[in-house]
Nanobody, 112 residues
Framework: QVQLVESGGGLVQPGGSLRLSCAAS????????MGWYRQAPGKQRELIAR???????TYADSVNGRFTISRDNARNTGYLQMTNLKPEDTAVYSC??????WGQGTQVTVSS
């Protein structure tokens, strides 16, 4: 069983930055794509960034150019670097490994 643990969320002012981490247990991390989803209150969950096992990345239009997804297979860890944060980025952010395994989520709040 793979466990994913997110960290790095918190309260940040508009225009600020945060880096989320997603640490995976086990040795299969490098074999699958990793993604970051977010869900804001009253809204559907949306996939905002995805990185394939080979490093190919895709982003939702809402975060493209501001967020960067990356992975360190040696550390079984994925990252989401978020810059120029906006109030509309406020949500619970969750990581997934191949949509088979999920973290518990971490709250990101962007507010002055």
């Amino acid at each position: 069983q793979v466990q994913l643990v997110e960290s790095g969320g918190g309260l940040v002012q508009p225009g600020g930055s945060l880096r989320l981490s997603c640490a995976a247990s086990g040795s299969i991390f490098k074999m699958y794509f990793m993604g970051w989803y977010r869900q804001a209150p009253g809204k559907q969950r949306e996939l905002i960034a995805r990185i394939g096992s080979g490093g190919t990345t895709t982003y939702a239009d809402s975060v493209n150019g501001r967020f960067t997804i990356s992975r360190d297979n040696a550390r079984n860890t994925g990252y989401l670097q978020m810059t120029n944060l906006k109030p509309e980025d406020t949500a619970v952010y969750s990581c997934t490994l191949a949509n088979m395994y999920w973290g518990q989520g971490t709250q990101v709040t962007v507010s002055s």
